[in-house]
């Protein structure tokens, strides 16, 4: 049985990306081009590390969510371009163009704020845009004619993207998502009838690609959670998928202590669980803090040696609590999946998110940054 090179640590696969990013590749096309969503440290699986793997599988782009990871990105290297998504503070700008990291402008005074930095760097500035199509978060909700007044004042700087991020993509009950594409088409058109083409057009993430929404692929995709190996549960009565794609990380713990407690013996904070019959108990080296869900508590299971093993009571900061009376040469030392899989068993960050009442894009990203990373 493998034994644990320390307390928590999650194992993530390069060969999976790689081929999650291929599967999305291939599903869209050679005339649409991807840029794989490495935000919030690639959710978990190492921003750096799956930036640089991206990179040499043929990523042209890649994108965060914010100026400091750019910045992260930029400092070890990482040359190809670099879409800033959601939103920039005033201090900011100067380090992103700085660095060459592409901005979203959101907001018509921004456009004006990156006029004055071409001007005074003499660099041409390239940028997207994002409108508001009606996911009311980021992003202009300008009429057009404002938007071409703000271009024209802009003209050391060129609309490289138009954009808009999509509030219901994986919802099949609801038409929010045609909606959103036809004001999306409208607002082009009328920019294209004024001469104004940015040569990317971006609407589609995870979901419109695995869902198959044609529509909102455009000229360019922003996968995220697929290229991680997730796609989002639909709703209502969707088409068939065609995207297939598997995770890339597994989280594992060491397996602390291992004991024999007789019935009716209670387990953890709150006694949550009392053993029903005299049962062998083990005690992992993870938590809540470790960002295991504390929703969780009674509620979920992790793999001993090639089986389900429940979880018994609450789950603690540092520790959880599991059934191992299935495993009688369980030891310490030995390792536990919390994610992952071992042989045909499995337990995903899907089966997680539902039991804890959240989505499998928290369970991931929640992973906490003391957990540590060993790429495989
Ligand atoms: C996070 C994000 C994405 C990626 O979404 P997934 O559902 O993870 O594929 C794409 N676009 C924007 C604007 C985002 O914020």
Not at 105 to 131: M, N
Not at 228 to 255: F, H, I
Not at 300 to 314: E, M
Request: glycine share 10%; aromatic share 6%; with cysteine.
């Amino acid at each position: 049985m493998e034994q644990a090179p320390c307390r928590c640590w999650v194992e993530i696969s390069k060969r999976r990306i790689a081929e999650n990013f291929a599967a999305v590749r291939e599903v869209v096309g050679p005339a649409v081009e991807v840029m794989p969503v490495v935000k919030a440290d690639a959710y978990h699986h190492g921003a750096v590390e799956v930036s640089r793997l991206l990179a040499g599988q043929g990523a042209r782009w890649l994108a965060v969510s914010n100026v400091e990871e750019g910045v992260e990105l930029r400092d070890a290297g990482i040359g190809v371009r670099i879409l800033v998504m959601a939103g920039l503070l005033g201090g900011e700008w100067e380090t992103a163009v700085a660095r060459d990291l592409t901005p979203v402008i959101q907001s018509l005074d921004e456009l004006a704020l990156l006029e004055r930095i071409a001007l005074r760097t003499g660099r041409r500035l390239a940028w997207h845009l994002k409108i508001d199509t009606g996911l009311g978060r980021l992003g202009t909700r300008a009429p057009s004619g404002e938007i071409l007044s703000a271009i024209h004042a802009a003209p050391h700087t060129g609309l490289e993207g138009l954009m808009t991020h999509l509030a219901s993509a994986s919802d099949f009950k609801e038409s929010q998502t045609q909606q959103q594409l036809i004001a999306f088409e409208s607002m082009f058109m009328i920019l294209a009838g004024h001469g104004c083409t940015p040569r990317y057009l971006h609407t589609a993430s995870s979901s419109a690609i695995a869902y198959g929404r044609r529509g909102a692929w455009k000229t360019m995709v922003r996968p995220g959670l697929s290229i991680y190996g997730y796609v989002s549960p639909a709703e209502g009565d969707p088409p068939e998928r065609l995207l297939a794609v598997r995770p890339a990380l597994t989280w594992k713990a060491a397996v602390l202590d291992v004991k024999d407690v007789p019935q009716g013996a209670a387990i953890g904070y709150g006694a949550l669980f009392r053993a029903p019959r005299p049962m062998r108990i083990a005690v992992l080296g993870a938590g809540y803090a470790d960002g295991y869900p504390h929703q969780l508590g009674n509620r979920s299971r992790v793999i001993l040696k090639g089986r389900h093993a429940a979880l018994l009571g609450a789950v603690s900061m540092d520790l959880l609590t599991v059934d191992a009376t299935g495993c009688p040469d369980l030891q310490p030392g030995n390792a536990a999946t919390l994610l992952g899989r071992e042989g045909e068993v499995a337990v995903d960050a899907a089966e997680l998110a539902l039991g804890a009442g959240t989505i499998a894009y928290t369970v991931l990203c929640g992973i906490a940054a003391r957990v540590k990373k060993v790429y495989v």
